[in-house]
C-alpha cells in the first residue's frame, strides 16, 4: 500500500464514530472471510490460514468487546453466535470445510447490516433530540 493509502485509511479511522469503526471491522471481518475461501478453492494453505486467522481475531474482539451488564439477553445472544463463528472457522481451518466459510460470511454479513440499521436509527434519534434539545435551550435565551 502507498504511504499516501496508507495516510489516508489512518485518517478515516481516526475520525470515524465508533458506529464507523464497528462497521470497517465487519467488513475486514467478511473481506478476510472472503480470501479465506479463496484461499481454499487455489489450494493455498499459508493464506487460508492467514486470513481465517484474521477473521478470527476480529470476531474474538466483538465477542470480548460484549457488554454483558448493559446488553443483557443480546450480548449474550451474541457472545453464543461469535463462539459458533470462531468453532466454524476453526473447523474450516481444520476440515479445509468451505461451507463453514461461508456460514461464517453469511452471518458476518446480515449482522453488518443490522448494525447498519440500528446505527442509522441512533443517529436519527440523537439528531432528533439535539434539535429537541437545541430548541427548548434556544427558547429558555
Known amino acids: 500500500m502507498n504511504p499516501y493509502m496508507h495516510q489516508y485509511k489512518d485518517n478515516q479511522i481516526q475520525t470515524a464514530s465508533p458506529e ?7 467488513d475486514g471481518a467478511i473481506h478476510f472471510c472472503r480470501q479465506a475461501i479463496q484461499a481454499m478453492d487455489a489450494d493455498d494453505k499459508v493464506v487460508q490460514a492467514e486470513k481465517i486467522s484474521s477473521t478470527m481475531a476480529i470476531v474474538c474482539e466483538f465477542s470480548n468487546s460484549l457488554d454483558h451488564g448493559i446488553g443483557g439477553r443480546i450480548a449474550s445472544e451474541l457472545d453464543a453466535l461469535y463462539g459458533f463463528m470462531i468453532r466454524e472457522l476453526t473447523r474450516a481451518n ?7 466459510l461461508e456460514t461464517v460470511e453469511n452471518l458476518l454479513s446480515g449482522l453488518r447490516d443490522t448494525w447498519i440499521e440500528a446505527a442509522g436509527i441512533y443517529t436519527k434519534e440523537r439528531q432528533k433530540l439535539c434539535k429537541t434539545t437545541g430548541s427548548k435551550i434556544a427558547a429558555a435565551l
Open 20 to 26: 464507523q469503526i464497528l462497521i470497517m471491522l465487519y
Open 94 to 100: 481444520l476440515e479445509g470445510d468451505a461451507r463453514a
